[in-house]
């Protein structure tokens, strides 16, 4: 490695640790499930992952994509239109488009790479996209790829405010396409975004909508269809975005889901669908199953609303104040980085694991420990969290 290179990345790698901002990787022994077995901690309560119904260690999970990796091999070998397309990518594309309620959808190797490739594709320099100012890191840099490709323009409305959308919609009247673009369930505040008013404004101002679901398909909604669901406008949004690696349980995984045409567009001119190899067929083996158990389990969505009730509201009663909301991502907000690394550190001693969230992750002086309740959460598993939680928090002076 290059002497100078070398140097100052561990400077700086240094100066993370000494402003106590350093991330260290905790590494598990077993599978996802609500306790997890963690090298030199032993068994902890996992509460920050995204393993929401529990899927990623479901045995007809875990067997479909045993299954599928005996009939189709480990490798898809290119890219899907050079080498061939799997026949599971079709029916996991079509289980997809069912599921939440488009006329098709297309995978991706992660919802990253979906997003990635969603704006720079669909637009150029007639064209805006209209992103909340919360929206992910990923909608983020394919809005930045896009400008540079597609030279589309760009406007950001504040979180959530719709007069502010209003008045970045009216400004845009001249473009060809308006295209708004949310998150479902805003991943570090754990707030809904509020679709049924962006779909108006939309419509009143011949737009389009997208929406990254990542945290909300499997999550919201009564049957787990995700935000559209929850907010009662199902069907109706143009473009979904959503990833397989949360609620879906799968090992990595992403997806478009929207109409045919755009489908179809996306996989004639998306970058990451032209040069990059297809979604293993193991991971969309799982997928599928994954789709078809939420599919007949409903009641693991009800369990998760309720798990996510219970906990929210024992957090209360022992003094907390997590952010309000009631999506299963109950976040605590507690200011400097440090502070909330502090918290994580003494939560896993304790033998809760809870990441702590600091800059650049969150904005300045909004560190965080972010809790993520699952259904698979027994009620004994989140009590021992909440008193793991009363005893830090003494400790620390929280309550
Ligand atoms: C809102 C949102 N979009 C996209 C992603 C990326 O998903 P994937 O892991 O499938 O790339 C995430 C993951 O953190 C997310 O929270």
Request: proline share 3%.
């Amino acid at each position: 490695m290059h002497a100078g290179v070398q140097t100052r990345l561990t400077q700086e790698l240094e100066q993370f640790k000494r402003d106590g901002v350093y991330k260290r990787l905790n590494h598990l022994d077993s599978p996802q499930a609500p306790r997890v077995t963690m090298e030199g901690r032993g068994e902890v309560v996992i509460l920050s992952s995204n393993n929401y119904v529990g899927l990623s260690n479901t045995p007809e999970v875990v067997a479909a994509g045993k299954a599928a990796l005996d009939r189709y091999g480990a490798g898809t070998a290119s890219v899907r239109f050079i080498c061939g397309t799997f026949t599971i990518h079709r029916d996991l594309e079509a289980a997809l488009a069912r599921f939440v309620g488009t006329e098709a959808s297309l995978s991706y190797v992660s919802c990253w790479n979906a997003n990635e490739g969603l704006f720079a594709t669909l637009l150029n320099d007639q064209d805006i996209v209209i992103s909340d100012q919360l929206n992910h890191a990923s909608i983020i840099d394919g809005i930045r790829l896009a400008k540079v490709i597609g030279k589309c323009d760009t406007a950001v409305y504040k979180h959530s405010d719709m007069a502010d959308l209003e008045v970045k919609l009216r400004d845009a009247r001249e473009h060809r396409t308006r295209l708004v673009v949310t998150d479902g369930v805003f991943s570090m505040e754990g707030d809904i975004a509020r679709l049924a008013d962006i779909l108006e404004l939309a419509r009143r101002y011949d737009s389009v909508v997208a929406v990254d679901d990542s945290h909300a398909t499997g999550v919201l909604g009564a049957t787990g269809r995700g935000t559209a669901e929850h907010c009662g406008v199902l069907g109706e949004v143009d473009i979904l975005t959503s990833t397989l690696g949360k609620a879906l349980g799968g090992a990595a995984g992403g997806f478009v889901a929207s109409s045919a045409a755009v489908c179809d567009y996306l996989t004639q001119r998306a970058r990451p669908q032209l040069f990059s190899n297809a979604l293993p067929c193991t991971v969309a083996g799982s997928a599928l199953a994954a789709v078809r158990h939420l599919e007949a389990h409903p009641e693991l969505i009800t369990r998760l609303h309720e798990n996510a009730r219970y906990f929210r509201e024992q957090l209360i009663a022992r003094g907390f104040k997590p952010l309000p909301g009631e999506t299963p991502i109950i976040p605590v907000i507690l200011g400097e980085t440090a502070k909330a690394i502090q918290m994580s550190e003494l939560l896993l001693e304790a033998g809760v694991f809870v990441t702590g969230f600091g800059y650049p992750v969150v904005p300045q002086g909004e560190a965080r420990v972010r809790c993520q309740v699952s259904a698979a959460h027994t009620r004994d598993d989140l009590d021992r969290a909440l008193a793991a939680f009363t005893t830090v928090g003494r400790k620390l002076g929280l309550v």
